[in-house]
């Protein structure tokens, strides 16, 4: 009512006879998210986060990425569970109202049961050709840990997922083949452009894992033990504040004479000091075909500026020119920064968050709703237990746990006492 073009759908039970209807489900999505994922990276990651109120359930979040590599709520949802049903509904939702007729948009996603089914059935919008699916690489890795258990697999594994070469990434697997064929044949099972940054083709914009939007689920932790009308509140004022303190560094950034957001300047500051280190041999000048030996490793890629294509890479990958494809432009002296994606410049940077959001009047100026006069709760979801459901997460095979430090002794300098305990302590003697 006083933030036009914001979603909201319903998913409730009527029972004939019954004034009211019960709750099943509910989806809203805020007309500036909508409108400023225009002017992002075309990568929605997914994710499902506990409910630790009165009430079971899971908020399901559906969140873009800037120019700037900052997170943009997309959508959000009440489920009962995650299932394929509810994973369907939800990103049907995400599909008519925030995606729209977009296509080509990468989804990244924990491989949940209830998510693959829904994705690859037929006619999907986030199956090949319309759109694209990944795979977040930490819990690929996650499930992979699972079922071989080795630490040093585990290890060689994620590299192989994050190398951008695909020679480093061959070499990667037959390091992991040499210790356990089994566990290569697993990884290879898995379709290589799901999980490998090497084989991506560029579709995840070098998102590897849904890190970003599990720090915003942290942010929203509070908001888990509200009843729902006070966490869809919550997100709102979350929403409000990112907009408000963006919405003026875009401006500043305007007004200063920036082209490029800090996050792909800073980027492009620290690749322009090693490509001075690069030597090059010209094949095409006039096509911008180029081999360039770095310095460090005395490697040789092959830039074709015409093609906007080199072998390390990271350009198609990333959207943005790498230290080679920057050696090359400095040899032509050509600018650089042509070679960089739109979705890094200032401008689009400027339309994400430049939608604004309207106060809320007092609650007494609300209208009523005319298509449910009671809601009820499902009462199948009302926890049984007294007391406080438990908030902390548990820890799996994601959290890479570094071998714990034992205490080293202040007095000995041996480990596994401290000074309190040392045997080497002097001790006082008695009068």
Same mark, same amino acid.
Request: hydrophobic residues 35%; proline residues 4%; charged residues 25%.
């Given at each position: 009512?006083?933030?036009?073009?914001?979603?909201?759908?319903?998913?409730?039970?009527?029972?004939?006879g019954?004034?009211?209807?019960?709750?099943?489900?509910?989806?809203w999505? /805020?007309?500036p998210?909508?409108?400023?994922?225009?002017?992002?990276?075309?990568?929605?990651?997914?994710?499902?986060?506990?409910?630790?109120?009165?009430?079971?359930?899971? &908020?399901?979040?559906? &969140?873009?990425?800037?120019?700037?590599?900052?997170?943009?709520?997309? @959508?959000?949802?009440?489920?009962?569970?995650?299932?394929?049903?509810?994973? %369907?509904?939800f990103?049907?939702?995400?599909?008519?109202?925030?995606?729209?007729?977009?296509?080509?948009? *990468?989804?990244?996603?924990? !491989?949940?049961?209830?998510?693959?089914?829904?994705?690859?059935?037929?006619?999907?919008?986030?199956?090949?050709?319309?759109?694209?699916?990944?795979?977040?690489?930490?819990?690929?890795?996650?499930n992979?840990?699972?079922?071989?258990?080795?630490?040093?697999?585990?290890?060689?594994?994620?590299?192989?997922?994050?190398?951008?070469?695909?020679?480093?990434?061959?070499?990667?697997?037959?390091?992991?083949?040499?210790i356990?064929? #089994?566990?290569?044949?697993?990884l290879?099972?898995?379709?290589?452009?799901?999980?490998?940054?090497a084989?991506?083709?560029?579709?995840?914009?070098?998102?590897?894992?849904?890190?970003?939007?599990?720090?915003?689920?942290?942010?929203?932790?509070?908001?888990?033990?509200?009843?729902?009308?006070?966490?869809?509140?919550?997100?709102?004022?979350?929403?409000v504040?990112?907009?408000?303190? =963006?919405?003026?560094?875009?401006?500043?950034?305007?007004?200063?004479?920036?082209a490029?957001?800090p996050?792909?300047?800073?980027? #492009?500051?620290?690749?322009?000091?090693?490509?001075?280190? %690069?030597?090059?041999?010209? /094949?095409? !000048?006039?096509?911008?075909?180029?081999?360039?030996?770095?310095?460090?490793?005395?490697?040789?890629?092959?830039?074709?500026?015409?093609?906007?294509?080199?072998?390390?890479?990271?350009?198609?990958?990333?959207?943005?020119? *790498?230290?080679h494809?920057?050696?090359?432009?400095?040899?032509?002296?050509?600018?650089?920064?042509?070679y960089?994606?739109?979705?890094?410049?200032?401008?689009?940077?400027? @339309?994400?968050?430049?939608?604004?959001?309207?106060?809320?009047?007092?609650?007494?100026?609300?209208?009523?709703?005319?298509?449910?006069?009671?809601?009820?709760?499902?009462?199948?979801?009302? !926890?049984?237990?007294?007391?406080?459901?438990?908030?902390? =997460?548990?820890?799996?095979?994601?959290?890479?746990?570094? !071998?714990?430090?034992?205490?080293?002794?202040?007095? *000995?300098?041996?480990?596994?006492?401290? =000074?309190?305990?040392?045997?080497?302590?002097?001790?006082? &003697?008695?009068?």
């Amino acid at each position: 009512m006083f933030n036009t073009g914001t979603i909201v759908e319903w998913c409730i039970l009527r029972q004939t006879g019954v004034d009211h209807v019960e709750f099943r489900r509910v989806f809203w999505s /805020f007309a500036p998210s909508i409108m400023g994922f225009k002017h992002c990276r075309p990568v929605i990651s997914i994710d499902a986060t506990h409910l630790y109120g009165k009430y079971k359930g899971k &908020m399901m979040i559906a &969140m873009g990425v800037d120019g700037n590599n900052q997170i943009l709520p997309l @959508a959000f949802a009440i489920v009962e569970n995650e299932s394929y049903a509810s994973w %369907h509904w939800f990103l049907s939702h995400v599909k008519k109202h925030v995606v729209k007729d977009s296509e080509g948009i *990468c989804l990244i996603s924990d !491989r949940h049961s209830g998510i693959l089914k829904a994705v690859n059935e037929q006619g999907s919008p986030w199956s090949e050709p319309r759109g694209f699916h990944r795979y977040c690489l930490r819990h690929f890795i996650n499930n992979f840990n699972d079922k071989f258990r080795n630490s040093q697999l585990k290890a060689l594994a994620y590299r192989a997922g994050s190398q951008n070469q695909i020679r480093k990434f061959n070499s990667i697997m037959e390091e992991i083949g040499m210790i356990n064929p #089994q566990a290569r044949r697993w990884l290879e099972r898995h379709a290589l452009d799901r999980w490998t940054l090497a084989h991506d083709g560029g579709k995840r914009y070098g998102l590897l894992t849904t890190n970003l939007l599990e720090i915003f689920n942290s942010v929203l932790k509070g908001a888990r033990f509200l009843p729902i009308t006070a966490c869809v509140q919550l997100t709102f004022y979350r929403l409000v504040h990112y907009f408000d303190v =963006r919405r003026p560094m875009g401006s500043n950034a305007q007004a200063n004479g920036d082209a490029y957001t800090p996050h792909v300047r800073a980027k #492009q500051v620290a690749l322009m000091s090693k490509a001075g280190a %690069h030597s090059l041999r010209s /094949f095409n !000048r006039q096509k911008g075909i180029f081999e360039v030996i770095t310095q460090k490793g005395k490697n040789v890629q092959v830039v074709n500026l015409e093609q906007k294509t080199c072998t390390c890479g990271k350009w198609e990958i990333f959207k943005y020119p *790498c230290s080679h494809v920057l050696s090359a432009c400095a040899k032509l002296s050509l600018n650089t920064w042509q070679y960089v994606h739109k979705c890094y410049s200032i401008v689009e940077y400027c @339309a994400t968050w430049s939608s604004e959001f309207s106060p809320l009047p007092h609650e007494a100026y609300w209208p009523n709703s005319s298509s449910i006069r009671e809601l009820v709760p499902n009462s199948d979801l009302k !926890r049984d237990k007294k007391g406080r459901p438990r908030s902390t =997460r548990l820890r799996n095979g994601m959290d890479i746990k570094e !071998r714990k430090k034992t205490n080293q002794c202040g007095i *000995c300098k041996e480990h596994g006492h401290n =000074r309190a305990s040392c045997p080497s302590k002097p001790r006082r &003697m008695d009068a």
